[in-house]
């Protein structure tokens, strides 16, 4: 008690102070700027638990920092009793639902017609769930319901007419169930109707696959209440309750399902929506809307809202589209039933300072792993601010493939390695900030073989950006524009692949200099800046593991081959022409001819466009295709120690998969941003000059000054605090509170820039 009141006083005294300070923060010129040192402090060691009370447990022990999962309510409880834990919250931008496989049957049942694929057994389904109880009594309160498949914190890009659309009814549910399912011999389980396909005497529903996750306590409380209503209104209900390791399998790669709980962690626009949904993408990304009976798509007036959702050529059209798309998604089709997005609570270590709470995702991204380091815990004998910072995740990487990874545990740690050609600001998520690429700018072209205009987009490749080798961490080369170039058009003919969306609408690529290229799309759209900005691949150091050097010929007579037309010189897909002749006369791919995508449905780059009239001869085109199959562990039988070259915040130097096994890393110590000094909050990029490409810094000014005025005196111990904000309690001396020594630390390094451009 004593403690307690001295520490009242002592905060009435530091309140006057600090906002002395920070005002003359608020009004001061930047001092003399000080370039970022390069990095150094801890390592990185992930550790892989089988469920999140695994996770949790471990934090409580001391044996990591945070892990990567939101807190349940009771986990919420007891870390606020714990005085080493603190909380960081925040509204994510993910989604949890009742996924309907839509299709017209499923492999369990050759020749039967779904249920699920009957919009009023769907939308009877929908009747049964009572989302307000899901938030109060399941979650705890903490989350937001939503109502069609878009993340809460975008909810206003939805169509308000399906807000609410389908409210608790059970007495709705069971107007629509009987008007095509009822229950004819009155035994209590409801009936096929007379002349349904395959179970044409109309005998009793076959019970519906309900794959349920066990792993995730609020979705196995979900998926139960669902079946008992289920059961109680007379259909009957396999439950098949499991790990995702279990139902994967069966939900996503066999489609053999009914109905899924299921739950997605989205990106900060809903384009998500086009790739989720889309019947392009039947049987991979999209496990939902199915095909009907003639194995044609079920809803083609909902493809074409999605695609004009993805191929929008202005934000208005992107708006209307979405509400289209969601229009009919919720209402005319009922594809599926959205439940909730968390507002989550992470809980993470005291000792660990300096943390990026960042809007819709939390503690794990890349600014925390550049920021964050670790003071010592008193109470353990060894120093613990000199070892790696520690995470864990809440199962073990399925599969660690930067091509075909697609589970949230995975990219914990390929996100350490591989990087971007553009970020996003940690707390404004509609904010673009530079990265690998220092500039972009988008413009069109003309395609003068249909006339059509079609997107185009120059990158600016930082020249400071050194590829960094896996075990011993050391610098290999710089990075340049031939990586983003390789990128492209090794992910292109992989379509199955969970990266496909970076290559599938590049037309042709234009490498100007090593640090400059230009990508030409075969369509329009605002959302191609993003499409190829990574993941990024090491060009020379894949393509010997990877591909095969190949030759092909053709003859040119004088009039087949000239300025813009086309030509499929091969079967392969070209990764990199090496050297192109007519006759032992060199040609030059950009002036002469280049290499085009020849775009759906079989995505092969060995289009060759001819760019000037070729004269008679024999044309000679060597280059590189791919000859490893991709798919596997890492990447087909490599070892991640053969392939995962970093220019990310970390190098790789161990990897033991599975429950129990971990990833460990060293600091990347020449990572382009450096060391940010304390004081960087905000994480808004400045850029200089007005001629592209512009140059630019993160600096510690202002907006991080009112970040941390705005927190002052907020703790992220004991009770949650309201005010608490994570970014802003950057000094080891005063923990889990914004206070004095905090505001201190950034007047200190007021001004301070780094991560500038040379």
């Excluded at 910072?389 to 740690?413: C, E, F």
């Excluded at 990075?479 to 990266?499: G, K, L, M, N, R």
Aim: net charge negative.
């Amino acid at each position: 008690m004593v403690k307690t009141r001295e520490k009242g006083k002592m905060k009435k005294v530091m309140v006057p102070i600090v906002l002395i300070l920070l005002s003359l923060v608020l009004v001061a010129s930047p001092m003399n700027a000080r370039a970022a040192a390069p990095r150094h402090g801890p390592g990185l060691d992930i550790y892989f638990y089988e469920t999140p009370d695994q996770a949790h447990a471990a934090l409580l022990a001391g044996e990591i920092d945070f892990y990567q999962w939101s807190l349940t309510d009771e986990q919420i409880k007891d870390a606020e009793l714990n005085p080493k834990i603190q909380l960081a919250g925040y509204a994510e931008n993910g989604m949890f639902e009742i996924d309907i496989n839509n299709n017209y049957t499923i492999a369990d049942f050759p020749g039967v017609r779904s249920p699920t694929n009957h919009v009023l057994f769907r939308k009877a389904l929908a009747y049964m769930i009572n989302k307000d109880h899901i938030i109060a009594d399941i979650l705890g309160g903490r989350g937001q319901k939503i109502d069609a498949p878009v993340a809460a914190p975008q909810t206003g890009y939805v169509n308000e007419t399906v807000i609410g659309y389908y409210t608790y009814n059970l007495t709705k549910a069971e107007e629509l169930l009987d008007q095509v399912f009822p229950d004819t011999d009155g035994d209590g389980i409801r009936n096929y109707p007379v002349g349904w396909p395959g179970r044409e005497d109309g005998p009793n529903l076959d019970p519906i696959k309900f794959c349920i996750r066990s792993d995730h306590g609020h979705r196995l409380t979900v998926g139960r209440e669902l079946a008992d209503t289920m059961e109680a209104l007379g259909i009957p209900v396999n439950r098949i309750e499991a790990s995702s390791d279990v139902l994967f399998p069966i939900v996503m790669d066999e489609l053999n399902y009914h109905l899924y709980t299921g739950g997605w962690s989205l990106g900060r626009y809903p384009t998500y929506l086009y790739f989720l949904y889309h019947s392009d993408f039947w049987g991979t990304y999209n496990y939902v809307t199915g095909m009907n009976e003639s194995n044609k798509p079920n809803y083609p007036d909902l493809d074409e809202a999605l695609y004009k959702i993805y191929y929008a050529k202005t934000l208005e059209e992107f708006k209307a589209a979405v509400k289209k798309a969601t229009g009919l998604f919720v209402i005319d089709y009922c594809v599926n039933i959205p439940l909730w997005s968390y507002v989550s609570f992470w809980g993470y270590s005291k000792y660990l300072v300096g943390i990026v709470n960042m809007d819709g995702y939390g503690l794990e991204n890349t600014y925390t792993f550049l920021n964050a380091y670790k003071v010592d815990d008193p109470d353990t004998p060894e120093d613990e601010s000199q070892e790696p910072i520690r995470m864990g995740t809440v199962h073990a990487p399925k599969d660690l493939n930067i091509l075909y990874s697609q589970w949230y545990y995975d990219y914990a740690v390929l996100d350490r390695v591989f990087a971007g050609l553009m970020a996003t600001e940690p707390y404004n998520l509609a904010a673009d900030n530079p990265w690998v690429a220092q500039d972009w700018e988008m413009g069109t072209w003309v395609d003068p073989v249909d006339g059509k205009t079609k997107t185009k987009v120059t990158y600016w490749i930082r020249p400071d950006v050194i590829w960094h080798a896996p075990v011993t961490g050391e610098e290999v080369r710089p990075f340049t524009a031939h990586d983003v170039e390789f990128s492209i058009w090794y992910i292109y003919p992989f379509d199955d692949c969970w990266q496909f969306s970076m290559a599938m609408n590049v037309h042709h690529t234009v490498v100007v200099d090593d640090y400059t290229i230009e990508v030409y799309f075969n369509d329009e759209s605002i959302w191609f800046l993003y499409a190829p900005t990574g993941p990024l691949l090491p060009k020379d150091e894949w393509l010997p593991l990877t591909c095969e050097l190949r030759t092909a010929t053709f003859y040119s007579d004088g009039t087949n081959c000239t300025a813009n037309t086309e030509y499929a010189f091969t079967e392969d897909n070209v990764v990199q022409v090496v050297s192109a002749t007519i006759d032992g006369t060199p040609l030059v791919e950009g002036v002469n001819f280049t290499i085009v995508g020849s775009g759906a449905p079989d995505y092969v780059h060995n289009i060759i466009r001819f760019l000037t009239d070729f004269p008679a001869g024999t044309v000679t085109i060597q280059y590189y295709t791919q000859t490893l199959d991709p798919h596997g562990y890492y990447l087909g039988t490599l070892d991640w120690s053969d392939i995962w070259y970093s220019i990310g915040p970390y190098i790789p130097i161990g990897v033991t998969p599975g429950v129990g096994g971990s990833a460990s890393f060293i600091v990347n110590p020449s990572h382009f941003i450096g060391a940010p000094p304390l004081g960087e909050i905000d994480w808004k990029w400045t850029w200089t000059g007005t001629v592209k490409p512009r140059g630019g810094y993160f600096q510690v000014g202002l907006f991080d000054a009112v970040k941390l005025l705005k927190a002052y005196c907020s703790r992220g111990d004991g009770e949650i605090d309201p005010r608490w904000f994570p970014g802003a309690d950057i000094d080891r001396t005063d923990l889990c509170h914004v206070g004095l020594f905090d505001a201190v630390n950034l007047l200190g390094n007021y001004g301070a820039k780094f991560g500038e451009v040379p």
